[in-house]
């Protein structure tokens, strides 16, 4: 089905809209990601140049990729479903489940869970290196399965995604020649879970300490001169948290939220300022950025990130479709035309 949401190309041509797509972490809130690049996979008028993803982010971004190289946007779609059954299959061993409680009262979190409460006791304490000492990971072999790697390697559709170099702390961006499994495992590597990831040599960590996504490369990068930010951390919440569970929940989004904020504010800055008389100034001063983004979301506490029940996964997509609807709706004629993201905005602080 297409919706006539799209401006035509400015040119007056049917050649197709090429954009770029930013997409976040954040656990399993990654499947309100797949609904939206669901959504915008059946919008033939757009041509995907280039991707950019952190933790779960990075591996929709892989897999979208992967299917596409196969078999096009139809393919890309077939491949976000298959990875996401297979992340709610393994999950029947997990021991993270909802609580009856939790269950009778319709709630997606996990904090009443007895298991994910010892679990989230043990980790404060107790190191990954002593409690999971092989870094046993499922996703490692899901991966494997849903992923073509060579076919990602080759792909004409660059993609960037970014591990925390534990070291030095900085970010480092993996693109198309580097990836394998251990890239996107570091991606999503959450140091109080899980073995820091090695690879050549040196430790990474979850990317989302460092960007999340990372967008400069996108930018800098690609000729596409609209970036499409899918966000799944919120940015506001409309009171302070109270609880320890709440708090907890809120500096989680806080934390991954700031390399995201801090990078925006500066590529505004740049678009502001950049001389549009060469060509690296010229690629920011003609940058557009768009925001998908859902407050449903608001709804939903850390400990559900580790939920991936099945119901909860294809809520999430639904919502994902339902958000990129609404953002085609109100801003596709934006597309190719102007940022529908307030960057002036973005150097007060303020992101909507």
Known sequence: ??????????????????????????????????????????????????????????????????GFEHEGAAGARKALEHFWRRVSDAAVFSPF???????????????????????????????PYDLNPTSFNPLRGILKESIDFDAVRASRIKLFVTATHVRTGQGRVFRNADLKPEVLLA????????????????????????????????????????????????????????????????LNEVAFNAPLLKELRMIALLHKVADPGNDEGRRWATMRMHRIASTMMTTLGYSSKLNAEWHFLTMLRDEGRRTAQAFLDEHGSSLGERSSLDLDALLDGVLR
């Open 1 to 66: 089905m297409t919706y006539p949401s799209i401006a035509p190309h400015p040119s007056g041509h049917d050649n197709p809209l090429l954009v770029d797509l930013a997409l976040q972490g954040g656990g399993s809130h990654g499947a309100f990601t797949w609904g939206v690049l669901d959504r915008l996979l059946e919008e033939s008028r757009l041509q995907i140049e280039g991707v950019a993803g952190t933790s779960a982010g990075a591996m929709n971004a892989a897999v979208l990729v992967s």
């Open 97 to 127: 489940r909802r609580s009856p409680l939790d269950k009778l009262a319709g709630r997606w979190t996990l904090d009443h869970s007895p298991l994910f409460l010892a679990m989230d006791m043990i980790a404060r304490l107790v190191s």
């Open 187 to 250: 991606s999503a590597c959450l140091p109080t879970l899980f073995k820091a990831v090695e690879i050549d040599g040196e430790a990474y960590w979850d990317g989302g300490y460092a960007g999340n996504p990372t967008i400069t490369p996108l930018i800098r990068e690609t000729d596409s001169t609209d970036t499409l930010l899918v966000q799944v951390n919120p940015v506001e919440r409309p009171d302070a948290p109270r609880s320890a569970r709440d708090i907890i929940s809120r």
